[in-house]
T-cell receptor, first 115, second 109 residues
Framework: GAVVSQHPSRVICKSGTSVKIECRSL??????MFWYRQFPKKSLMLMAT?????????EQGVEKDKFLINHASLTLSTLTVTSAHPEDSSFYIC???????????FGQGTRLTVV | GQNIDQPTEMTATEGAIVQINCTYQ??????LFWYQQHAGEAPTFLSY??LDGLEEKGRFSSFLSRSKGYSYLLLKELQMKDSASYLC??????????WGAGTKLIIKP
């Protein structure tokens, strides 16, 4: 099956610093990638939809200046959490959708801890 | 509004069969996914249905009725490792994934 690689899997950072998370589709092209956030024992919450070569579409309540998304190529999207605070600590997951839109594959997830 | 409903939690016995239901009301329909998620891990793709009927993949089967806005995931010959959350997600008219809250499946020996 298709593989989506998300890096890093775990990161601990200090409050006020920025963290970049990468999401790569390794063996297929993805014009659309999704970024999710998951709190413990909760369902996935869509943060934004990232389209290659254009600005990301953010869900209501998600600060676009805090969660910077860049989708520079058909195989790479990045999420940068700027000026991180402890409340940003969470599990962040990306998924990449095939060009046909028939399947979406998830990265391994990134557990972010802000101290 | 858009809504996906699935039971919060289910319990079943090892070796048995369990059916997890999902009902949806969305703006348009372009397919339905089932994912399995173990605690602390990203979801794993199980199935995709876009046409009515039953799709079988080994111990797992998924059924869709578009007219009823209904799907189920059927797990046979349950194993302890099947203990996980099962997420139903619908692709709407804008090709966005609308997620259910997930069903936590507990398998008992």
């Amino acid at each position: 099956g298709a593989v989506v690689s998300q890096h890093p899997s775990r990161v601990i950072c200090k409050s006020g610093t920025s963290v970049k998370i990468e999401c790569r589709s390794l063996d297929f092209q993805a014009t659309t990638m999704f970024w999710y956030r998951q709190f413990p024992k909760k369902s996935l919450m869509l943060m934004a939809t990232s389209n290659e070569g254009s600005k990301a579409t953010y869900e209501q309540g998600v600060e676009k200046d805090k969660f910077l998304i860049n989708h520079a190529s058909l195989t790479l999207s990045t999420l940068t959490v700027t000026s991180a605070h402890p409340e940003d600590s969470s599990f962040y997951i990306c998924s990449a959708q095939t060009l046909q839109g028939t399947e979406a594959f998830f990265g391994q997830g990134t557990r972010l801890t802000v101290v | 509004g858009q809504n996906i409903d699935q039971p919060t939690e289910m319990t079943a016995t090892e070796g048995a069969i369990v059916q997890i239901n999902c009902t949806y009301q969305t703006s348009g329909f372009n397919g339905l996914f089932w994912y399995q998620q173990h605690a602390g891990e990203a979801p794993t793709f199980l199935s995709y249905n876009v046409l009515d009927g039953l799709e079988e993949k080994g111990r797992f089967s998924s059924f869709l009725s578009r007219s009823k806005g209904y799907s189920y995931l059927l797990l046979k010959e349950l194993q302890m490792k099947d203990s996980a959350s099962y997420l139903c997600a619908v692709v709407d008219s804008n090709y966005q994934l609308i997620w259910g809250a997930g069903t936590k499946l507990i398998i008992k020996p």
